[in-house]
C-alpha cells in the first residue's frame, strides 16, 4: 500500500509564528528573518539506492558472498549453506528532523524573495530473507532467515525563489511560492545486519571499503512550490499554513526527479 505521502501531491505544511508584543505585518516591504524546525519526508524511490541488488553499486551478494562473512552466518545459525531469496520490495526513509535559517525580503506588499537553508540527516532502512539449504524443522514449512540493511545520510539544502502574495480576504492573506533547490547528499553509513552480526556494504572485490566520496557523494537540484496562507491569531501572533514540495534529481540516483515533502515551524525575528 503506497504511503499518504506518495498519494497526496503536497504534504509539506509550513506554521510561521512572529514573536512580538504587536503583529508584525509581513507583508510590508522588507527584510525578515525565520528559524526553522520540522520533519522532512524523504522520496522512498531515492531510498531504494541502498537496498542492495545488483542494479546498485554496493551489492549485498557481493557482502554475503564473502567467505570470512558467510561463514560467520552459518556458524551462527549452525548451517552448513544458504542462498539470497530475495531483497525486500520497500526501502523506505524514515521521518528526519530538520533545522535551518528562512530569509525573506519584500520588495512590496506583493512580492518577496525567500531563502531556506536546512540541514538534516536521513535514515532508510530494507529486509532480505535467506533460505538455508537444510530441511527445516517442523513445524516450520521454511527455513529462512530475516536480516536488514540500513543507511543514514546528510542533506544541506539550499532553497530561494518568489513570494507572492494575493489579494488579501477577510482574515487572511494566500500566497504562492515559487522556487529552486540545490541539495549536498553524503552517506555517512551503509550496513547490514543479521542475528548478531553487522557488516558494511561499502565493498568491492578489491576492497572491504569502498571510496565513500566517490559513492556515496551526490548533488541534487529541482524545482520547489508551495501555497498557503497567512493570518493573525492573536495581537502576538500571525501564523502562516502552506503546503510545500520540492522536486529533487541527484546525479547520484538515476530515477530522475522526485517528490521530497517536509513538516516545518518557522519563528519568525
Not at 516591504?29 to 531510498?47: H, L, M, T
Not at 537553508?117 to 532502512?125: G, K
Not at 543507511?151 to 492573506?173: C, D, M, V, W
Not at 500571525?238 to 515533502?261: C, D, K, P, R
Request: charged share 15%; hydrophobic share 40%.
Amino acid at each position: 500500500m503506497k504511503t499518504v505521502r506518495n498519494i497526496l501531491p503536497i504534504i509539506l505544511i509550513s506554521i510561521s509564528l512572529l514573536g512580538h508584543s504587536q503583529i508584525k505585518d509581513v507583508a510590508k516591504p522588507g527584510f525578515y528573518w525565520a528559524v526553522n524546525a520540522g520533519v522532512y519526508f524523504g522520496n522512498e524511490n531515492d531510498a531504494s539506492f541502498y537496498n542492495g541488488d545488483n542494479t546498485r553499486p554496493a551489492k549485498l551478494e557481493d557482502v554475503l558472498g564473502q567467505q570470512t562473512i558467510r561463514q560467520d552466518i552459518l556458524d551462527y545459525y549452525n548451517e552448513d549453506n544458504f542462498f539470497l531469496l530475495n531483497l525486500g520490495s520497500r526501502f523506505l526513509y524514515k521521518p528526519a528532523a530538520i533545522v535551518g535559517l528562512h530569509l525573506q525580503y519584500n520588495t512590496s506588499n506583493k512580492l518577496g524573495f525567500y531563502s531556506d537553508i536546512n540541514v538534516l540527516l536521513l535514515q532508510s532502512h530494507g529486509i532480505f530473507m535467506i533460505e538455508f539449504t537444510s530441511p527445516p524443522i517442523p513445524p516450520k514449512t521454511t527455513n529462512r532467515q530475516e536480516g536488514l540493511i540500513y543507511a543514514s545520510e546528510r542533506r544541506f539544502n539550499i532553497s530561494g525563489g518568489f513570494h507572492l502574495l494575493l489579494p488579501a480576504q477577510n482574515k487572511y492573506t494566500p500566497y504562492i511560492d515559487l522556487g529552486f533547490t540545490a541539495s549536498i547528499l553524503q552517506t555517512d553509513k551503509h550496513r547490514m545486519e543479521i542475528g548478531n552480526m553487522n557488516y558494511s556494504l561499502l565493498y568491492t572485490s578489491a576492497d572491504y571499503s569502498m571510496e565513500q566520496s566517490i559513492l556515496y557523494s551526490a548533488f541534487g537540484y529541482g524545482p520547489q512550490i508551495g501555497a498557503g496562507v497567512q493570518f493573525p491569531v492573536s495581537s502576538k501572533y500571525v501564523v502562516f499554513t502552506g503546503a510545500y514540495t520540492e522536486f529533487l534529481s541527484y546525479n547520484l540516483i538515476e530515477s530522475g526527479f522526485n517528490m521530497n515533502n517536509c513538516i516545518i515551524i518557522r519563528a519568525f525575528f
